[in-house]
């Protein structure tokens, strides 16, 4: 009977453990470390990154653009494919900004022979507006160009033979392209990023520089020390109901 008295204080500290270290709520949505063109979501605040999509139609309206449901080093264009990059700052998928302009791949890769054992992509690569641009530094202008790449070549393997120098940071998530921007990585910018993400077709308009907000968690430390933090918590609640159990035993005795 004195045994049990000990033993049920630390059976209840180790069920509470699990909710000491459940996952931060700035961490990544299921599914995100596969597209590893985006960043990762938070309700807190925006990212600033280089959103990937493709081209559903043929008129290369804007409209016809889908956000990608896979990263650029899985997905595999057929020849004929239309797809787009744009640099942006936005809080999730719903609200990421649309590369501008038209992208029709008549215009782009007409003037590209087809050979056999390649295929033909075209790519819309808008580095956005100096709104959403880092601290310091000016988008270049949006451009469209033709990639010939091989049969099996993905997305990413065509935009490293018509963008370089590009950027990916250690969790291969892209972070540029034509080496812009020169620094940062999906970092989180706090503040919203709605209103800005799709802006009508123009030229870069100046505002006031998000840049200048906190830039935070850039590489997921702070999500780390939340989830260290929920450990430690947890490990000291089950010592000290075991404690007191010990203590409220020997005095019984």
Same mark, same amino acid.
């Given at each position: 009977?004195?045994?049990?008295?000990?033993?049920?204080?630390?059976?209840?500290?180790?069920?509470?453990?699990?909710?000491?270290?459940?996952?931060?709520?700035?961490?990544?949505?299921?599914?995100?470390?596969?597209?590893?063109?985006?960043?990762?979501?938070?309700?807190?605040?925006?990212?600033?990154?280089?959103?990937?999509?493709?081209?559903?139609?043929?008129?290369?309206?804007?409209?016809?653009?889908?956000?990608?449901?896979?990263?650029?080093?899985?997905?595999?264009?057929?020849?004929?494919?239309?797809?787009?990059?744009?640099?942006?700052?936005?809080?999730? @998928?719903?609200? #990421? %900004? *649309?590369?501008? =302009?038209?992208? !029709?791949?008549? /215009?782009?890769? &007409?003037?590209?022979? $087809?050979?056999?054992?390649?295929?033909?992509?075209?790519?819309?690569?808008?580095?956005?507006?100096?709104?959403?641009?880092?601290?310091?530094?000016?988008?270049?202008?949006?451009?469209?160009?033709?990639?010939?790449?091989?049969?099996?070549?993905?997305?990413?393997?065509?935009?490293?033979?018509?963008?370089?120098?590009?950027?990916?940071?250690?969790?291969?998530?892209?972070?540029?392209?034509?080496?812009?921007?020169?620094?940062?990585?999906?970092?989180?910018?706090?503040?919203?990023?709605?209103?800005?993400?799709?802006?009508?077709?123009? @030229?870069?308009? #100046? %505002? *006031?520089?998000? =840049?200048?907000? !906190?830039?935070? /968690?850039?590489? &997921?430390?702070?999500? $780390?020390?939340?989830?260290?933090?929920?450990?430690?918590?947890?490990?000291?609640?089950?010592?000290?109901?075991?404690?007191?159990?010990?203590?409220?035993?020997?005095?019984?005795?």
């Amino acid at each position: 009977m004195r045994g049990r008295a000990w033993r049920l204080p630390a059976v209840i500290g180790l069920a509470l453990l699990p909710a000491a270290v459940q996952t931060p709520a700035g961490a990544a949505e299921p599914g995100a470390a596969e597209t590893r063109a985006t960043a990762r979501v938070s309700d807190s605040g925006s990212y600033r990154y280089w959103a990937f999509w493709e081209q559903n139609g043929k008129s290369g309206d804007r409209d016809e653009w889908s956000y990608a449901t896979q990263g650029p080093s899985v997905l595999r264009p057929e020849d004929g494919a239309v797809i787009g990059f744009r640099f942006a700052l936005s809080e999730n @998928s719903q609200d #990421a %900004g *649309k590369p501008r =302009g038209r992208a !029709e791949f008549a /215009d782009i890769c &007409g003037g590209t022979d $087809a050979e056999q054992g390649s295929k033909r992509i075209a790519l819309s690569i808008d580095p956005g507006t100096r709104a959403h641009a880092p601290r310091g530094e000016t988008p270049p202008e949006p451009r469209t160009v033709c990639a010939r790449v091989a049969d099996d070549a993905t997305a990413a393997d065509a935009l490293a033979q018509v963008a370089k120098p590009l950027r990916y940071n250690s969790a291969a998530l892209l972070c540029a392209i034509d080496g812009y921007p020169e620094r940062g990585c999906g970092e989180q910018i706090s503040g919203s990023g709605k209103g800005g993400g799709n802006e009508a077709d123009g @030229s870069n308009a #100046a %505002g *006031k520089d998000p =840049g200048k907000g !906190e830039d935070t /968690d850039e590489d &997921g430390s702070g999500a $780390a020390f939340g989830s260290a933090t929920g450990v430690a918590a947890g490990i000291a609640a089950v010592a000290a109901l075991s404690l007191a159990a010990a203590r409220r035993a020997r005095r019984r005795r």
